[in-house]
């Protein structure tokens, strides 16, 4: 069992249309961050979310941290073809200090 | 903007052989980590570094791992005989502070280790 659960694991979509992935966990994370991964790259921060219900917004993206700080949402508006790329979400556990990764979302943006 | 630099990006090596990857962090952080990510698989944690000393790792990181800090810059790990199952991407990275207090973590590029 992952401790962070993204979904879906691929996703292939038009320019122009909206999407949204998650990331799920049976455990309380104190905080939680978003990376977008390119092929052959490491992982860039995106955004990092920390208070519950916290919603932060990023030019066309928006990410949202649940209530209970288990889960966490991505919704990117109008993608387009540069969105294209691994969506990473990883957190460090309440009382824990170590990162830790889901497997991500594969987003393929074709124009 | 500052980055965390990685080398080699590629290294290709004989199973057994030792290996040496070499991080440069950014320059004001305090915190270094590795990472390993094998082709279509997770990102792992490998190891977590403060201080002078190892703060925390996985179950990952055996005996045949070891991270140094030899000067203000560098921060390696070395792999002292390598294993196939070794052959991945292992990234570097670095924070201000620790994620457990929201420190935002800043990866290099990667260096990719095949293991033959």
């Known amino acids: 069992t992952q401790l962070l659960e993204q979904s879906p694991q691929f996703l292939s979509i038009q320019e122009g249309e909206n999407l949204t992935v998650y990331c799920n966990s049976s455990?309380?994370?104190?905080?939680l961050q978003w990376y977008r991964q390119e092929p052959g790259e490491g992982p860039v921060l995106l955004v990092t979310?920390?208070?519950?219900?916290e919603v932060k917004k990023l030019k066309r993206l928006t990410f949202q941290f649940g209530d209970a700080r288990k889960d966490s949402s991505l919704h990117i508006t109008a993608a387009q073809p540069g969105d294209t790329g691994l969506y990473l979400c990883a957190g460090v556990q309440s009382g824990y200090s170590t990162l830790t990764f889901g497997k991500g979302t594969m987003l393929l943006v074709s124009p | 903007e500052p980055e965390v630099t990685q080398t080699p990006s590629h290294q290709v090596t004989q199973m057994g052989q030792e290996v040496i990857l070499r991080c440069v962090p950014i320059s004001n952080h305090l915190y270094f980590y590795w990472y390993r990510q094998i082709l279509g698989q997770k990102v792992e944690f490998l190891v977590s570094?403060?201080?002078?000393?190892?703060?925390?790792k996985s179950e990952i990181f055996d005996d045949q791992f070891s991270v140094e800090r030899p000067d203000g810059s560098n921060f390696t790990l070395k792999i002292r005989s390598t294993k196939l199952e070794d052959s991945a991407m292992y990234f570097c990275?670095?924070?201000?502070?620790?994620?457990?207090?929201?420190?935002?973590?800043?990866f290099g590029e990667g260096s990719r280790l095949t293991v033959l």
């Open positions: 990275a670095s924070s201000e502070a620790t994620p457990a207090g929201t420190g935002e973590l800043f």
């Open positions: 570094f403060y201080n002078n000393e190892i703060s925390e």
């Open positions: 455990s309380v994370f104190s905080s």
């Open positions: 979310v920390v208070t519950g219900g």
